[in-house]
T-cell receptor
Framework: AQSVAQPEDQVNVAEGNPLTVKCTYS??????LFWYVQYPNRGLQFLLK??????LVKGSYGFEAEFNKSQTSFHLKKPSALVSDSALYFCAVRGPNSGNTGKLIFGQGTTLQVKP | DGGITQSPKYLFRKEGQNVTLSCEQNLNHDAMYWYRQDPGQGLRLIYY???????QKGDIAEGYSVSREKKESFPLTVTSAQKNPTAFYLC????????????FGQGTRLTVV
């Protein structure tokens, strides 16, 4: 079965420091991987995706993520955190066997807290 | 966000009542989805629809119903059979194609009173 794990419920980082939000996945075949961000009482906003090609993917607001097939990971990173990055982050996967349904499997989310 | 409108933003339901959450899109996307969000549990799929007049159950469909009479609209009814309906509900749409990205509405927070 397809699954996504975000091992940390919360990540705390000081403003200006690098941040990492971890994600591991389990799918059969090559995955399609996504990161979304959610601010309080709002919908999810797309940050970046990995479909194929370069393992380092760059996205919105200075975020990037590295696809590591051997470790089945897709960690979200940013070189210098901002207080405004504080939000809930979701990793999601769509397996190649999802066919035309396009169903996404979400991790449980990680709250990022950036302190001034 | 953008071309997906969910209404109302907040909804209160009495015990035993059915309520309907609205989701309208102008993105011309074929696929539409309903997710339920509870703290610490991520998003769980309730129902989805890939074309008009067709829809499939997701992982937690019990106590919910949907319809897809128009491409633009995918309303979700929370019935009295749903024993724990208090949650944040998110509607999403998705275009066709490899690597397609899902777009989300702003959500409806449903509370049982």
């Amino acid at each position: 079965a397809q699954s996504v794990a975000q091992p940390e419920d919360q990540v705390n980082v000081a403003e200006g420091n690098p941040l990492t939000v971890k994600c591991t996945y389990s799918v059969s075949g090559n995955p399609y991987l996504f990161w979304y961000v959610q601010y309080p009482n709002r919908g999810l906003q797309f940050l970046l995706k990995y479909i194929t090609g370069d393992n380092l993917v760059k996205g919105s607001y200075g975020f990037e993520a590295e696809f590591n097939k051997s470790q089945t990971s897709f960690h979200l990173k940013k070189p210098s955190a901002l207080v405004s990055d504080s939000a809930l982050y979701f990793c999601a996967v769509r397996g190649p066997n999802s066919g035309n349904t396009g169903k996404l499997i979400f991790g449980q989310g990680t709250t990022l807290q950036v302190k001034p | 966000d953008g071309g997906i409108t969910q209404s109302p933003k907040y909804l209160f339901r009495k015990e035993g009542q059915n309520v309907t959450l609205s989701c309208e899109q102008n993105l011309n996307h074929d696929a539409m989805y309903w997710y339920r969000q509870d703290p610490g549990q991520g998003l769980r799929l309730i129902y989805y629809s890939q074309i008009v007049n067709d829809f499939q159950k997701g992982d937690i469909a019990e106590g919910y119903s949907v319809s897809r009479e128009k491409k633009e609209s995918f309303p979700l009814t929370v019935t009295s059979a749903q024993k724990n309906p208090t949650a944040f509900y998110l509607c999403a749409t998705q275009p066709k194609g490899t690597g397609r990205v899902a777009f989300f509405g702003q959500g409806t927070r449903l509370t049982v009173v």
